[in-house]
């Protein structure tokens, strides 16, 4: 039985987030995409894991996100990341982890690593999306989304397969999280750590090429790097056989870090 908990950040901000707390233990942090939560099966996969090998865990949702307090709309990188580093201070404290970031996460881990290097052994990233709001979003909307986000201020996007409502969905995207995505540049940042790296990415992702798992492989100079392209897999990974395979990596990851 998954029981969430509630993170005081200040009196008005509270971040939901789902712990395996152990004192001294090596800890798996999974970081969600934009827009999720971690009632999902990844997070609940990876705390599974985590129980099983005696292991620390924590997922945390952003806050706008799932049922932390404040709006979506006022989010951004530099609030999420934010939002992590301060989790991680109190939840995780001075312990070792192993970062997964899926998507949006996987920036948001890159965030990390100028914070925590001396606590991160590995990192695992999941149709690994940095910088997708410049590169995915706004070089590629249309003049006239481009010029409705810098007039209002906003812009609902919508996505997915008009004919099927089970298959669209809509999202705010606001002009001052494009704005703070410019400021959260990591491809061009090298990172020097001996840890292992891995990157998943479906080959027929529809919402990140794979090109973008292997610009994040290439920021690391020292580490032992691996890159598996899932044949048929789609962007979430989230199916049994993927979530197999992602935590056997995992398995491996931790065995080489005692």
Do not use: C
Request: glycine fraction near 6%; charge should be positive; proline fraction near 3%.
């Amino acid at each position: 039985m998954k029981k969430f908990r509630y993170l005081k950040i200040s009196k008005t901000k509270k971040l939901r987030y789902l712990v395996n707390y152990y004192k001294k233990k090596l800890y798996i942090i999974f970081l969600p995409g934009f827009m999720s939560d971690i009632g999902g099966k990844k997070p609940i996969a990876f705390n599974n894991y985590a129980k099983k090998n005696k292991l620390g865990f924590l997922a945390i949702e952003y806050s706008g996100h799932g049922k932390s307090s404040g709006e979506f709309i006022r989010g951004n990188i530099s609030k999420w990341s934010n939002d992590v580093k301060n989790s991680i201070k109190k939840i995780v404290k001075k312990n070792s982890f192993i970062l997964i970031g899926s998507s949006m996460g996987a920036w948001i881990s890159l965030n990390q690593f100028k914070h925590f290097k001396n606590q991160i052994k590995g990192f695992v990233g999941i149709g690994s999306a940095p910088e997708f709001l410049e590169r995915l979003m706004w070089k590629k909307f249309p003049k006239k989304i481009r010029q409705e986000i810098m007039s209002k201020g906003i812009s609902i996007i919508k996505h997915g397969d008009p004919s099927n409502k089970q298959k669209q969905y809509e999202y705010p995207v606001t002009y001052q999280l494009i704005k703070d995505g410019r400021k959260n540049k990591v491809l061009s940042k090298k990172i020097s750590l001996r840890i292992n790296v891995t990157m998943f990415h479906g080959q027929k992702d529809e919402a990140v090429p794979v090109s973008f798992s292997r610009k994040v492989l290439a920021l690391f100079t020292n580490a032992k790097k691996r890159i598996v392209v899932v044949k048929n897999g789609d962007h979430s990974l989230s199916n049994k056989k993927s979530m197999n395979r992602i935590t056997s990596e995992l398995d491996r990851i931790v065995k080489n870090i005692f």
